[in-house]
């Protein structure tokens, strides 16, 4: 019987199978029995492409390793698990451009000590393609010679050496995720969230398998709105200004966005260090304290800018695939391929494209919007990368 807590897990049964067996030899380390463990491993690498589930899985397993009952799903440690609150499950979810040698240290150190709660002392690193070199050696070390009861959760999108050391990758097990069905994600929504079957599917299809994204698109009216005018661009490609004037208006929206979605926790962030440096306090020393807290908040500021550059880059490349899968749409259209379109609701546009394009001009659009998110992955400033994105879709 699977586990209740991998419920959320959408289209990933192989994986569900594996972690459950895992579980259950992790209980039988726990119980003591006689050449238990086999089915369990101290270091665990979760891949698969964005949006398939890593993260979730990560997550859902760390629970139902720390559940007496193999992940119910309703127990305390299933609930501080999942909602990152449990005394032994330590998370890092970076928040900007990468994972510093300095967190990774301390969270080693941290994890290296026994578990309060008599289990698994779970170590779960998001984004684990973000470490720098220095904090990925640091990583390894606690791989290569980790205590008893402690477990690594690292999720990465591939185990290609570019994402993932090849010696760390050695020492885990892979557990490879793919990207869920649009039926699936289709039903997870109905059933879990409540949406209707017709938006449900829309979102399901136009997220190209990406769950979070789905589930972006089914609540968030807005997230909606900003997908729709991305999918105007092609048809406002008139002539070279407009292309400039596309690129700003794609570049100011995403900034808007971005800076949507992280100003709420900057503002929070700011307080709560001003509150634990004195700020409002009198009295002697007050002056002294207000002088030591400047580094301190050099510090915050220094990471807010990190994660609103993150912020950015990641809307932005949202905005880029939607609009790359409107170019695939009608390549597709041309070619008469028997594939499903990925925005159901642009099938005009789509037709009236196809109708006026070849295959190899089409192909040369779709070309030029992966040419341009490589570009700023790279680190080519997104204004000019968008530009001259913008420039080639116009000429074709």
């Known amino acids: 019987m699977t586990p209740p807590v991998f419920a959320n897990l959408v289209g990933q049964e192989e994986a569900v199978a594996t972690l459950t067996a895992a579980v259950e030899a992790a209980a039988a380390v726990i119980r003591g029995e006689p050449g238990a463990g086999s089915g369990m491993t101290h270091a665990w690498l979760f891949t698969g492409p964005p949006g398939s589930g890593r993260s979730v899985a990560a997550r859902a397993f760390a629970a139902a390793l720390q559940c007496p009952n193999g992940g119910c799903g309703a127990c305390t ?25 300095d967190q990774m240290r301390e969270l080693v150190l941290r994890a290296a000590s026994a578990p309060t709660g008599g289990r698994w002392q779970v170590v779960l690193i998001e984004d684990a393609d973000r470490l720098t070199e220095k904090a990925s050696n640091a990583l390894l070390k606690a791989v290569e010679e980790p205590s008893p009861r402690t477990v690594f959760l690292l999720c990465t ?37 409540g949406v209707n079957e017709e938006l449900a599917r829309l979102v399901a299809a136009t997220s190209q398998g990406h769950v979070g994204r789905a589930r972006r698109l089914a609540r968030d009216p807005e997230a ?50 001003e509150v634990a440096l004195g700020a409002g306090g009198t009295g002697r020393g007050t002056a002294g304290v207000s002088r030591g807290a400047a580094g301190a908040l050099k510090e915050l500021e220094r990471k807010q800018r990190s994660r609103s550059t993150r ?17 695939r749409d009608v390549l597709v259209r041309i070619l008469g391929a028997p594939v499903a379109p990925v925005h159901l609701d642009a099938a005009g546009d789509v037709a009236a494209a196809a109708s006026k394009w070849t295959p190899e001009s089409a192909l040369r659009r779709l070309e030029a919007v992966l040419a341009c998110r490589q570009a700023i992955e790279a680190n080519v400033k997104p204004q000019i990368a968008v530009e001259a994105m913008m420039v080639a879709l116009w000429e074709g």
């Open 77 to 101: 440690e299933c609930h501080t698990t999942l909602a990152g609150t449990h005394a032994d499950v330590r998370s890092v979810v970076p928040d900007g451009l990468s994972i510093p040698v």
């Open 157 to 193: 999108p591939s185990i290609h050496p570019d994402d993932i050391s090849v010696t760390i990758r050695s020492r885990c097990r892979v557990v490879t995720l793919r990207t869920p069905g649009i039926d699936a994600i289709a039903e997870m929504l109905v059933r879990r969230d």
């Open 224 to 273: 909606r709105s900003r997908r729709e005018s991305v999918l105007t661009v092609p048809r406002r490609l008139t002539g070279i200004g407009a292309c400039f004037d596309a690129a700003a208006s794609l570049i100011a929206a995403t900034e808007s966005e971005a800076a949507s979605n992280v100003s709420d926790v900057d503002a929070k962030e700011r307080a709560d260090l």
């Open 311 to 327: 912020a950015k880059r990641d809307a932005l490349d949202r905005a880029l695939v939607d609009l790359a899968g409107f170019y």
